[in-house]
């Protein structure tokens, strides 16, 4: 593993990223928040929106038009902000009770960040969840040895992805710039955008999250030549979002570095 000389800062997303493998958590209460309001969304349509902020999530899914036709015919009219803000307060609890069981470690999320952090670099987090939810979630991932050194969640910002307040409130509690020398990973499109937008290097994990939206037992047991697929995939999309780099899992992000490192050294050469 070689030492890593000119990235300052390396932040990460949380669930899909560094826990829960699949991204399942969020997907399952979307589902049935909205099916106890008599409304079906499918798995994808969960997923679709996954990485903003929980209420912007919400937002995202009413404005899907087989949303939209099933909300007129049960209730006689199209979904407006008060719907919104209905959906999720019933979201938010069910949320922050459920997320403590989907607090696992994705492989490799561990090692990857104490071996950043052991080399000087500084590690922080942003994610789509509120502060209730992440209250839940930091005592368990801590005990486990999960110790970024900030997070920051939605709650905590004016807007969520793909804005980057978040990352800029990572780099002020980290006191780390400039930007163009830090890197973003997570597995939704929002965390590219999010990246992006604050002039960051960006990874895009095909496997261990949103995208393939498989747990880690399902992906294992999946056909090989489906899965290899979907995650080529997954892996054009988060390219045509403007990702620079992709790859399955955090424990294949290493390299990556390495490469994103080698290029910043090149740049401040020529």
Request: with cysteine; net charge negative; proline share 5%.
């Amino acid at each position: 593993m070689n030492q890593l000389k000119n990235i300052k800062a390396v932040i990460f997303d949380w669930a899909g990223t560094i826990i829960d493998y699949g991204c399942m958590a969020p997907t399952q209460v979307f589902i049935e928040v909205f099916r106890k309001m008599d409304i079906i969304i499918t798995m994808e349509e969960a997923r679709i929106p996954m990485g903003l902020a929980k209420k912007d999530h919400v937002r995202a899914i009413f404005g899907f038009d087989t949303v939209q036709k099933q909300w007129l015919a049960e209730y006689g009219r199209i979904p407006a902000e008060a719907d919104v803000e209905n959906i999720y307060s019933k979201l938010e609890p069910a949320l922050a009770t459920i997320v403590k069981d989907y607090c696992d470690p994705i492989p490799g999320a561990i090692n990857l960040i104490k071996s950043l952090q052991n080399q000087g670099i500084k590690v922080g987090t942003t994610t789509g969840y509120v502060a209730e939810m992440m209250n839940n979630i930091i005592p368990i991932t801590s005990a486990i040895g999960l110790l970024p050194d900030a997070i920051v969640s939605s709650s905590e910002v004016s807007a969520g992805r793909p804005a980057p307040w978040m990352i800029y409130l990572n780099c002020e509690i980290m006191e780390v710039y400039p930007l163009s020398q830090m890197v973003k990973i997570g597995d939704t499109i929002a965390d590219i955008q999010e990246g992006k937008n604050a002039g960051m290097w960006t990874i895009g994990l095909t496997k261990s999250g949103n995208e393939l939206g498989l747990t880690l037992a399902e992906a294992e047991k999946a056909d090989p030549i489906w899965l290899a697929e979907k995650i080529a995939l997954a892996g054009r999309k988060f390219l045509n979002a403007g990702a620079d780099f992709v790859a399955e899992g955090v424990w294949d992000c290493w390299p990556i570095l390495e490469e994103i490192d080698r290029q910043i050294e090149l740049r401040f050469t020529k």
